[in-house]
């Protein structure tokens, strides 16, 4: 009896038609047996043009829907065709495939729900600015006082799910910073989350989902997106 896992890496892109390829390539070097399916938010470059040209296959909004909406849909295409394992995965090239297998293999020898690859265990690699960094201590700390568990790196979008969790995002998920919300969301749920060490790398190319103008916005935002999702009564 063959019980192995069908596999997912949901690719959210928004203007990454100079990262996508390599993206891609790097997936198809190092997570081989990982399928892959990027989630087009409506880009205004050639995106989309470069993914039928080389046979990618994706997903195309039809309105942009933010970061959340795009890996929601991921998380429903995984949810709909029989997937058991989701990845998150970005597609501006911060994210290094040679760590899919390896996480994989953490959750399911850890029998974990949701796994956050986090830069800051063994702080190698690509560590964001300081204002950013400050950010996500600031977050680890929240939620570490709401929910007793500590997460390093709360913001990390490189993150796999099991069935459970897939289920539950597919269902719901945060639109505009969903990373800090939706951990919440799976430790209210009983979900068991753990972090494994990865290395970053710094984006190659298109547009970052947070600007240095929006950061303000963005922790009182998923500051009380936080306090409302502990407050949700499941």
Do not use: W
Request: glycine share 8%.
């Amino acid at each position: 009896m063959n019980n192995k896992k069908k596999c997912l890496v949901i690719i959210p892109a928004y203007n990454e038609e100079k990262s996508i390829l390599d993206t891609v390539r790097d997936l198809k070097e190092y997570a081989p047996e990982f399928d892959y399916i990027v989630v087009n938010d409506c880009s205004k470059d050639g995106t989309v043009a470069l993914c039928k040209k080389n046979q990618i296959p994706f997903l195309d909004l039809p309105v942009n829907l933010g970061i959340g909406g795009a890996v929601q849909t991921g998380y429903h295409y995984a949810l709909e065709n029989g997937y058991q394992i989701a990845v998150q995965f970005d597609g501006d090239g911060q994210h290094d495939a040679r760590y899919l297998e390896n996480m994989k293999e953490s959750l399911e020898r850890e029998k974990a729900d949701l796994l956050i690859g986090s830069r800051f265990i063994e702080k190698k690699g690509f560590q964001s600015s300081g204002l950013r960094r400050l950010g996500i201590r600031y977050f680890t700390i929240l939620i570490r006082m709401l929910t007793g568990v500590r997460i390093t790196d709360p913001t990390s979008g490189m993150r796999m799910a099991g069935e459970q969790a897939i289920l539950i995002f597919a269902t719901h998920y945060p639109k505009d910073y969903p990373e800090p919300e939706s951990a919440v969301a799976a430790i209210r749920q009983g979900l068991k989350l753990v972090e494994i060490p990865v290395v970053m790398r710094d984006r190659m190319e298109g547009t970052s989902s947070i600007s240095a103008g929006k950061s303000i916005y963005y922790m009182i935002k998923v500051t009380l997106a936080i306090l409302l999702e502990r407050m949700r009564r499941y």
